[in-house]
């Protein structure tokens, strides 16, 4: 973080109700809570895999989290609350607050993509375009697959309906991996984008629309 | 912003840039307590115990004492069954059943030590049922015993203690809540056909927990109002460990 961005630092902001394309102080809250979530429970649950690491590959300990399984087990049963809780949070204020327009997926998203890959898609706060529609719509389905998909883990006797539908406790297993590596090719994506975009970085934090540049 | 902080955005401003910088450092901190082993005294790892004990709550509420583990058909058996304990298996023990005794202590009215033949005289079922590690592997095995229910009722356990606990042979040591030891899979398993190195003579058998709350080689159950935690619980597992 710079503290000397593009704004002026001794004249009055625009407030953010009357910026376009800020960000409310819930979703900002919600998005850095739910990134703190997403990173203990998949670097908790590289340590976990490794336990049997069933794919024949073992993730190098130094990414994980936890220091041994049990350690990442506590933490991996700790973030899943704070995730749940915030993704449900989150759900009932994008739908309470009228958020979820901002993000339904739209068409154009060749269009947007072809444009993303030339590297000339805008990034404005707030307002999304196809791509980034798509991409959240895709990250939340992650996200809602690999709670679904652990909580089958978890308690396979007390769930066993919801167990079987994922193929049982085995095939449920290999649903939340590929969950996790459909979350992971997510935020590749959704960091790069970020640091190629600071204006946008800053909003998330600040909640206010930076200048595009 | 509120109209009434408005004059002070600026200085709002950057107290909100250095409570992020301040955030990510704690984030930093926290990925280099990675190698926590839940003993320590520092407020991560009360913190973590405290969610595990919560996560006990959780799981108890969850728990249906009628609801019945899957069971497979025969073909579905893992075969050889994965030997697994905190030792490897050359170290297994291997227990004089004539010699042997199970011990009873704590909440219990008749405490007379059990022989084996006794216990294989009691009424037998069997159960074909995934048993779940705590590493995340599982496997399908049989088991044959009594009911776990039907003995405990039998010595004169006090069914309204909160824990049953064991002691065995490889000083391995567990226990678990009353509703799951009353349930009607938990068997207490006195028949070995893969081999001894699988607890004879006596081991229990719940499907509705994971694999270490399995005991082998049992010596002493006993009834307690006081969680008597056990091996891989003390370490830092969580204790209920539910299925």
Not at chain 1, 44 to 57: C, H, K
Not at chain 1, 97 to 122: I, K, V, Y
Not at chain 2, 176 to 189: C, F, G, K, N, R
């Given at each position: 973080m710079t503290t000397t961005g593009s704004e002026p630092q001794d004249a009055a902001p625009p407030s953010p109700e009357l910026s376009p394309g800020a960000h409310s102080v819930f979703v900002r809250l919600a998005h850095w809570v739910n990134a703190f979530a997403i990173l203990v429970m998949i670097?908790?649950?590289?340590?976990?895999?490794?336990?049997?690491?069933?794919?024949?590959?073992?993730?190098?300990?130094?990414?994980?989290?936890?220091?041994w399984l049990a350690g990442a087990l506590a933490w991996h049963f700790a973030a899943m609350w704070l995730l749940v809780a915030n993704g449900l949070a989150y759900l009932v204020y994008a739908?309470?607050?009228?958020?979820?327009?901002?993000?339904?997926?739209?068409?154009?998203?060749?269009?947007?993509?072809?444009?993303?890959?030339?590297?000339?898609?805008?990034?404005v706060p707030g307002r999304y375009n196809a791509v980034q529609r798509w991409l959240y719509l895709f990250a939340m389905g992650c996200i809602i697959?690999?709670?679904?998909?652990?909580?089958?883990?978890?308690?396979?006797?007390?769930?066993?309906?919801?167990?079987?539908?994922?193929?049982?406790?085995?095939?449920?297993?290999?649903?939340?991996?590929?969950?996790?590596?459909?979350?992971?090719?997510?935020?590749?994506?959704?960091?790069?984008?970020?640091?190629?975009a600071p204006h946008v970085l800053k909003a998330m934090i600040r909640g206010r629309a930076g200048q595009t540049p | 912003m509120s109209k009434l902080l408005k004059p002070f955005a600026p200085?709002?401003?950057?107290?909100?840039?250095?409570?992020?910088?301040?955030?990510?450092?704690?984030?930093?901190?926290?990925?280099?307590?990675?190698?926590?082993?839940?003993?320590?005294?520092?407020?991560?790892?009360?913190?973590?115990?405290?969610?595990?004990?919560?996560?006990?709550?959780?799981?108890?509420?969850?728990?249906?004492p009628a609801r019945l583990a899957p069971t497979f058909a025969e073909s579905e058996?893992?075969?050889?069954?994965?030997?697994?304990?905190?030792?490897?298996e050359p170290l297994a023990p291997t227990v004089d059943a004539a010699g042997w005794r199970l011990e009873l202590s704590g909440r219990i009215d008749d405490k007379r030590p059990w022989r084996i033949e006794d216990l294989?005289?009691?009424?037998?079922?069997?159960?074909?049922?995934?048993?779940?590690?705590?590493?995340?592997?599982s496997a399908i095995g049989r088991w044959r015993g009594t009911p776990f229910a039907g003995f405990l009722r039998r010595i004169g356990a006090d069914l309204s203690a909160r824990y049953v606990g064991f002691h065995c042979a490889d000083r391995y040591s567990s226990s678990?809540?009353?509703?799951?030891?009353?349930?009607?899979?938990?068997?207490?398993?006195t028949d070995f056909p893969g081999g001894s190195k699988y607890g004879a003579p006596l081991r229990l058998r719940i499907p509705t927990k994971l694999g270490f709350k399995n005991p082998k080689f049992i010596t002493e159950i006993f009834v307690s109002d006081d969680n008597p935690g056990g091996y891989w619980e003390d370490k830092g597992y969580n204790w209920f460990s539910g299925s």
């Open positions: 670097l908790s649950g590289w340590r976990i895999y490794d336990a049997d690491p069933f794919l024949g590959f073992s993730i190098p300990r130094d990414f994980t989290l936890g220091g739908l309470a607050s009228g958020h979820w327009r901002d993000l339904a997926p739209t068409g154009g998203l060749w269009r947007d993509l072809a444009a993303a890959l030339a590297g000339m898609l805008d990034h697959l690999a709670v679904v998909s652990g909580v089958a883990i978890w308690k396979p006797v007390q769930f066993q309906e919801l167990t079987s539908v994922l193929g049982g406790y085995e095939g449920a297993r290999r649903w939340h991996f590929a969950a996790m590596t459909g979350l992971v090719a997510f935020l590749i994506v959704h960091v790069a984008a970020a640091l190629s | 200085q709002l401003e950057k107290l909100e840039r250095r409570l992020f910088l301040k955030r990510s450092l704690s984030l930093g901190a926290l990925t280099m307590l990675s190698g926590c082993t839940l003993r320590d005294e520092d407020s991560v790892d009360r913190l973590l115990l405290a969610m595990s004990r919560f996560n006990d709550r959780a799981q108890a509420a969850l728990f249906d058996i893992t075969t050889p069954f994965p030997f697994n304990a905190y030792y490897e294989q005289a009691l009424p037998q079922a069997e159960q074909i049922t995934r048993f779940v590690c705590v590493e995340g592997w678990i809540d009353m509703a799951s030891a009353l349930h009607p899979q938990t068997l207490l398993v």
